[in-house]
């Protein structure tokens, strides 16, 4: 324990200077700065710097391949990156750079949550036990390291049942309380996205990332999706940062757009920016980059709110 | 300097026969992901089936041609053993195919206690001895302290394993087959859809390391003319080891990793002591294990989030 | 694994296989590889002969015996399949019987464990007759207790550990090494030998347990193993392969188990009897086993003891919720340790000798058969399957019939690793998740009152 805590030390930086780059949110929540990654000679990053601004909803968009997961495995500390650096800031100050934790300490520490594109809740478990794994870190403190709580004493059980009531509200707000002592396994396809989106909440994230959250679901559960992104939002002090093909909940809900192709930021702006930029739209129909030129000359547009790394 | 040429020759022979036995669990790993722990048994079983085969041909029929019924016997527990390892994996292994992470090594650890404790119940439990089949040597080198040796044994082995192996070498690079199982190593779903026969590769991936982990049964046999039921499982061991050791996934891997293994064992117990000799083998396993799981020629894992 | 249900229905070619003829045909066939495997491995016997050399004996007899079984059960199997399939429309809910079976077990399996020595006693007449039922009593929650340590590590944080018993080993040796060296008393050596084998947890896992799934399984059987040598060649520390006998007997909390005064006997005011030390270590075993299970399950309702399983679930899952996967894995590893470790020393003090022959891979391998079979993670289940596994060989080793049937040599013992290995793949291809394969929520939303 002492020597993870002696890294967390390390990579906690008091009084760090705002966000390099020009424009951007101007109270950011998550700085990317110049990330880089490799998979042996595949680069799928490549010098990304964005911002997510403190209680924004940010969609990071891109065509197939664009290296949307890898960021995301990047900042939720799955994936080193081979460069760049990933600020995370919480409300009082506190500054983790998340490249340096440890994989659980970017949730533990720095208080980042995420979901997965391939939806990973513990499937035998039930609906309830997931939330609860959730809050682990506290109720750990809470059962003394498990040993004042295997002697059953009353602090654990009140911290436990303050646990339940939390888990209960999320199930209310996620329309599952039914099917709280179900294996979260048995649960429908759309049920189990909203219970994973659940579940990283139950962690009081400072920043959430949501990957693809409304792939495989019909429009009704895309729009109930919305709402509670936008309850999210209104409601917690969480940010969320979210991959999404779905335009129409991109361009719905989203305060920001971060567009990726190859690795490379290729717009970032408001939705409205976005809707009308040229590259973008080249990227999405996939034209080369000398007709990208092209039809900018054309247009007259040359450098708007894109900016290319150099 | 005699004897470190004396037993870098008993460790190359050694290794030869853990080379052979790791073939069968890389290429298992590498088409299945799974460890398969019955492998050490099968080897077992082969050497079984060569005593049984060896017995018969030179008692009861009278054979006395020492090339001949060592090919035939080589032949007979290719044969019969490869039988084995395709039973086993038609058996214990494909219904678990999208089972839960750890059932298929279960079941082979199952397989693996069943197969010793077969042979105990049928053969008995005690060692077999067969008479040595040749006991010529050839002095290598010779001076008034040492002899430098090399035995018609070892020299089998070797030749054995290295014109097996070209054979073998040849199978999975050169032939459709060798190509329908790299393709299902890479990407199982996509080779089935492209028409490759994914069942029946894995059990022809079976059946290959049975046969190789059979002629490795029938060298043991020759190398130590002794055998247990409970012979299985060091070796067994060992030879994992040896996969890891190469890179588990790497055919070329698994030889130099078995040489590697035979020779270390070899060394150890001539150098430092011969009790600890299986101890020796097993912290190569742990270490490399813990500090490169790729191995020598391995490719290191990504992980899959 | 990440969605639906995760029980997968045993692959047969049930839809092929379901007019007779075929059905004949496909046991013929299992019956045809049955005799190909059993030449010539079954069909010759080999054996020490007068001379040198082996003697060969044909025995194609049991062989014909062997694939006309194999007929039949094949067979058998696949009409009961067909059958199922057709009665699929029922839906015989098999594990919900199987789990209403083990709520009504467990008490009475319990009131049975509680009353052993007396039933013992009162069935065959007096203590010292019922001496068997109690050393069997004994060797089997002996293994309860085993398989509830190893079911922390493996049914519960989903790791799996082949050297489970290197931790016996090391409770074992502590108790042995500690008494007859420094003469502490059992009751001191019981907890440290706990303690030493949870230490011995640390050391091992601490390295290992980022392993992924397989590769950890391997490492431990190797670390089982170097422990095992080590006993075995490191003479001035262990014994050897001699291992260490004489080792102080078990006393009533100080009192020993002796006719004299000081003895617990005479100070009870009781008569003599050398079976008191045997009832005691009976019930010492018990409240040994007891307690593993009783903290097993308040660790399964505990934030430590959801995450082992949510582990199982999900390692990745698990990360991304801020639970540090190796502290967690290492305290499920620590803690599976030291019950091995009291249970070693207890097995130490009971048999007042140790050897490293005791601690062999077969030994981890069967109780991790135990745990297998008796459903990963199922408390009940697993003591249904040491009782099943260890007594039942035990119980048929004594049958006068068997040995009418299967001739007088006949041993079931020397079939029981037989059955152990086949039973474990049977149990992996048709019931992975064990005999009870049901899971009890550790905490359930009705408490809040729904």
Redesign the interface.
């Known amino acids: 324990m002492t020597l993870a805590t002696g890294i967390t030390r390390l990579a906690t930086l008091r009084d760090e200077p705002p966000a390099a780059g020009p424009g951007g949110p101007a109270d950011p929540v998550l700085i990317v700065d110049h990330l880089t990654m490799r998979f042996g000679g595949l680069t799928a990053v490549n010098d990304l710097s964005f911002k997510v601004g403190r209680g924004d909803i940010t969609a990071l968009i891109g065509p197939n391949g664009a290296g949307k997961t890898t960021v995301f495995n990047c900042i939720t500390g799955f994936y080193k990156p081979s460069e760049g650096m990933i600020r995370l800031m919480q409300k009082g100050g506190e500054t983790y750079l998340l490249e340096r934790l440890p994989g659980h300490d970017v949730n533990r520490l720095a208080r980042v949550a995420r979901t997965f594109q391939n939806i990973r809740l513990f499937p035998r478990m039930t609906v309830l036990e997931n939330l609860l794994v959730a809050m682990h870190k506290p109720l750990m403190k809470a059962s003394g390291f498990s040993i004042l709580g295997i002697l059953g004493l009353p602090a654990y059980r009140s911290a436990e049942k303050a646990g339940i009531e939390k888990a209960a509200a999320w199930l209310d707000r996620i329309g599952l309380t039914a099917r709280a002592d179900d294996a979260a396994g048995d649960l429908p396809y759309g049920d189990q996205r909203r219970l994973e989106i659940a579940r990283a909440m139950c962690t009081d994230p400072v920043l959430l990332c949501l990957d693809e959250p409304a792939a495989g679901l019909n429009p009704r559960e895309s729009a109930e999706l919305n709402t509670l992104l936008r309850l999210i939002r209104d409601e917690y002090d969480t940010s969320v940062l979210l991959i999404e093909h779905d335009m129409s909940v991109v361009m719905q809900i989203s305060d920001r757009i971060v567009v990726l192709d190859y690795g490379i930021k290729i717009a970032d702006g408001t939705p409205d920016d976005i809707r009308t930029d040229t590259r973008v739209i080249a990227a999405y129909l996939g034209v080369d980059d000398e007709e990208v030129a092209a039809v900018e000359a054309e247009v007259g547009l040359t450098g708007t709110q894109a900016e290319i790394p150099a | 300097m005699e004897f470190f040429a004396q037993q870098f020759i008993n460790g190359l022979t050694l290794g030869s026969i853990y080379g052979l036995i790791a073939i069968g669990y890389t290429m298992v790993f590498g088409i299945i992901g ?2 398969n722990f019955a492998h050490g048994d099968v080897f077992m ?1 082969s050497a ?2 060569a ?3 060896f ?2 041909l030179t ?2 029929l009278g054979l006395s041609s020492v090339a001949l019924v060592f090919l035939i016997v080589l032949v007979i527990a290719m044969a ?1 053993t490869s ?2 390892g395709w ?1 086993i994996e038609r ?2 292994y ?14 082979a ?7 010793s ?8 439990a ?1 060692n ?4 040595p089949l040749v006991r010529d040597v050839v002095v290598l080198y010779q001076n008034e302290q040492y002899t430098v040796t090399l035995s018609y044994k070892q020299a089998i082995i070797m030749v054995t394993t290295a014109v097996l192996l070209a054979g073998f070498w040849y199978l999975v690079q050169k032939t459709p087959f060798g190509r329908a199982q790299r393709a299902v190593e890479q990407d199982r779903r996509m080779a089935a859809l492209l028409g490759i026969n994914v069942d029946r590769t894995i059990s022809l991936t079976f059946v290959l390391g049975a046969a190789l982990a059979a002629v490795a049964g029938t060298l043991y046999l020759l190398y130590y003319g002794v055998v247990s039921f409970s012979d299985g ?1 060091v070796p067994g ?1 060992k030879a ?1 080891t040896a996969a890891v050791l190469g890179g588990i996934g790497s055919l070329p891997g698994a030889v130099i990793g078995g040489i590697i293994i035979g020779l270390i064992e070899t060394f150890w117990s001539a150098y430092f ?1 011969i ?2 000799k ?2 020796a083998a ?2 190569i ?2 270490v490399v ?2 500090f490169k ?1 790729s191995g020598i020629l391995g490719r290191p894992e ?2 899959k ?1 | 694994m990440a969605t639906g249900s995760t029980t997968p229905i045993p692959v047969t070619d049930r839809a092929e296989a379901s007019a007779l003829p075929s059905l004949i045909k496909d046991a013929g066939l299992f019956a045809l590889v049955t005799l190909g495997l059993c030449v010539p491995i079954v069909s010759y016997r080999t054996d020490l002969g007068q001379g040198i050399g082996l003697v060969i004996t044909s025995r194609w007899g049991t062989v014909f015996a062997l694939c006309a079984a194999i007929f039949v059960l094949r067979l058998v199997q696949q009409l009961y399949l067909t059958g199922r399939a057709r009665r699929r429309a029922a839906r015989a809910p098999v594990a919900e019987g199987a789990s209403r079976l083990a709520a009504i077990l467990a008490p009475i399996t319990l009131v049975i464990a509680l009353t052993l020595p007396l039933l013992a006693a009162l069935l065959t007449g007096s203590l010292g007759e019922g001496r068997y039922w109690i050393d069997l009593g004994i060797l089997i929650l002996t293994y309860v207790m085993l398989g509830w340590g190893l079911n922390i590590v493996v049914g519960l944080a989903g790791l799996l550990d082949l050297g489970y018993v290197a931790f016996y080993a090391v409770g074992a040796y502590s108790y042995a090494l500690l008494s007859t060296v420094f003469g502490l008393s059992f009751w001191i050596c019981l907890p440290l030998a706990g303690l030493f084998a949870a230490a011995f947890g640390v050391l091992l896992g601490f390295p290992v347990l980022r392993l992924r799934g397989d590769y950890l399984a391997i490492v431990t059987l190797a670390f089982g193993e170097i422990i095992r040598l080590v006993l075995i060649n490191w003479t001035d520390f262990s014994g050897g392969a001699a291992g260490i006998s004489s080792i102080p007997r078990v006393s009533f909390f100080g009192l020993p188990f002796t006719a004299g005064e000081n003895g617990f006997a005479a100070t009870f005011g009781l008569n003599f009897n050398a079976m008191h030390r045997l009832v005691f270590l009976y019930y010492l075993i018990l409240a040994l086993a007891l307690v593993t299970n009783l903290v097993t399950l308040r660790m399964r309702r505990l934030p430590l003891g959801r995450a082992w399983e949510a582990l199982r679930e999900d390692e990745i899952a698990c990360r991304s919720l801020g639970i540090d996967t190796t502290i967690t894995k290492l305290t499920a590893f620590a803690l599976g340790a030291m019950f091995a470790g009291f249970a070693g020393s207890f097995f130490a003090v009971r048999q007042a000798f140790v050897s490293p022959e005791s601690f062999n891979f077969l030994e981890s391998a069967i109780i991790l058969a135990i745990v297998v079979l008796g459903g990963m993670g199922s408390q009940i289940g697993v003591a249904i399957a040491a009782i099943v596994m260890i007594g039942a060989p035990e119980l048929l080793r004594n049958l006068g019939f068997l040995k009418a049937v299967f001739g007088e040599g006949f041993d079931p013992n020397e079939y029981r690793l037989l059955l152990f290995g086949l039973a474990m793949v049977a149990m992996m291809v048709f019931r992975p998740r064990g005999l009870i394969s049901e899971r009890t929520p550790s905490v359930t939303i009705a408490e809040r009152g729904r």
Not at chain 2, 94 to 107: T, V
Not at chain 2, 128 to 131: C, T
């Open positions: 799974m460890v079983v079984f089936i005593l049984i085969a017995l018969i008692t009861w019969l039988l084995w039973a058996v214990a494909r219904p678990l195919r999208g089972s839960f992470r750890l059932a298929p090594l279960i079941s650890i199952g397989v693996s206690i069943f197969l404790n077969f042979v105990q119940v049928v053969q008995g005690r077999k001895p067969v008479p499982f061991v994992f002591s009790e600890y299986d101890v097993f912290l396993l742990i294990l813990i799981p990504v992980e989030v």
